[in-house]
């Protein structure tokens, strides 16, 4: 893929969700927004670079702390579109995220998932109809709708103190086709480990980074107050996935 088709598809992008420039967001001014931040993820494969799918996010963060993600993945590699809200707290515990599916031109479902202290709620439909479910959650989880731009939020409870492979806890949206009940969740673990502080290039830019491990081949690098994700990396997989471009403004 051309850069110049990539920079149409950013834009088409876009303007598909709504979203209006970076350079006119001073004029629309929120009292519900303290600060916002738009950006895109390239997913590609480590060893020959080919592009498989683009990512647009777009962040908010509101008075109280709290954040709202929402993101589109147009999957033109494996013919599938992925959208997402997803809200979490101040300190990054999950509130509720709503997600839906598509993939080779079939609707696969939607699901709402809500948490009301230790209780996951889900509420899944699809072509075979509406599935409810109740899942008990720890204080510390975090939940993997399968946009990349949150994938970043999942070490929010790590202490860097302590160091060392932690524990983790996800609760995994099942996307992938025949995986029972589509867009239902499971809990699952896994470690996660604070690999130190690292400065990454990628297409966005250079940026001063926390890089995470998770398990043993997945490697996370966030940056900033917010974990953008910078870079993720799965070597064994041979996929990546890049932070293509970035802007933010702050309202306080």
Known sequence: MKQIQLSHFVIAACLTLGWVPAHSAEVNKNPNVV???????LYRTIETQRQRALEVWNLTVHPD?????RSVVNNFDAEN??????????????????VSYWSKGSYVGSGMFTIDGQTLNATVSGPDGLVTNHVKVPEHFSIVPHPLATDSWHTWYYDKK??????MTLYN??????????VLGRLQTNTMTFDGREEVEVPAGVF???????????????SGPDNMLVRYASPKSDLEYVLMTVSSGDFR
Not at 88 to 94: H, I
Not at 208 to 222: A, C, E, N, R, Y
Request: charged share 20%; proline share 8%.
């Open 35 to 41: 600060k916002w931040t738009t950006g895109s993820i």
């Open 65 to 69: 702390g709290s954040r709202t993600m």
């Open 81 to 98: 579109q992925l959208n997402m809200i997803h809200r979490v707290t101040a300190d990054f515990r999950p509130l509720e995220s709503l």
């Open 162 to 167: 302590v160091g060392g492979p932690q524990p």
């Open 173 to 182: 949206l099942q996307i992938a086709p025949k995986t029972g009940t589509p």
């Open 208 to 222: 001063m980074t926390d890089h995470f491990k998770i398990g043993k081949d997945v490697s996370v690098w966030l």
